[in-house]
């Protein structure tokens, strides 16, 4: 990535990665940019620029290239996670599986409960310009970042659902002695 970055004079005396780092930081780290990703922290600074003074402006300006650690799924990645909270657009409140069985049996309801590890597919990254002057309410309802994922998948969805036991096969060196 490339930017600016604005220095106070009296920042102008302390390290400049040090200060360039902070202003970096405190810029992008937990914030979405469009059809970037998540930025998480600055992994590091390529190349520091001269430093320009502007008239009527005390601050130096200095161009920046540098590399950020940043969440971006690639489609069709799989991700583990853990599930925090269901949708309040499902009736119980929880989502499931309905698992069609072999013989005649009603479908299982194979359930996804809160703190429970789940395996997805990432099918799509969703990127939004998200309006700075939101209402708090409305900032809630607003994704500028969404994740489109599948669990419709062998091995996908609750990782209980497919140990040992839960239909899995045994694993190498996990085998019972008699």
């Known amino acids: 990535m490339r930017d600016i970055v604005s220095i106070l004079p009296h920042q102008l005396k302390n390290d400049l990665k040090s200060e360039i780092t902070l202003k970096l930081?405190?810029?992008?780290?937990?914030?979405?940019?469009?059809?970037?990703g998540l930025c998480i922290c600055l992994?590091?600074?390529?190349?520091?620029?001269?430093t320009y003074l502007l008239p009527g402006d005390g601050r130096g300006h200095i161009k920046v290239k540098?590399?950020?650690?940043?969440?971006?799924?690639?489609?069709?990645?799989?991700?583990?996670?853990?599930?925090?909270?269901s949708s309040k657009l499902e009736n119980e409140q929880l989502w499931y599986w309905e698992y069609q069985q072999e013989d005649d049996e009603p479908p299982a309801k194979l359930h996804l409960d809160p703190?429970?590890?789940?395996?997805?597919?990432?099918v799509e990254n969703i990127f939004n310009d998200v309006k700075p002057d939101l209402s708090d309410e409305e900032?809630?309802?607003?994704?500028?970042?969404?994740?489109?994922?599948?669990?419709s998948e062998t091995d996908l969805g609750c990782t209980s659902w497919w140990t040992l036991g839960?239909?899995?096969?045994?694993?190498?060196?996990?085998?019972?002695?008699e």
């Not at 930081?25 to 970037?36: M, P, Q, T």
């Not at 694993?171 to 002695?177: I, L, P, Y």
């Open 25 to 36: 930081n405190k810029r992008f780290a937990n914030k979405v940019v469009i059809d970037f």
């Open 139 to 151: 900032a809630k309802k607003q994704k500028s970042f969404e994740i489109i994922s599948s669990t």
């Open 115 to 122: 703190g429970k590890d789940v395996r997805f597919r990432v």
């Open 43 to 50: 992994f590091d600074l390529i190349e520091i620029g001269d």
């Open 166 to 177: 839960g239909g899995g096969e045994e694993e190498e060196g996990d085998q019972m002695e």
């Open 66 to 85: 540098f590399r950020f650690i940043v969440f971006r799924p690639f489609v069709e990645e799989i991700i583990e996670a853990k599930v925090i909270a």
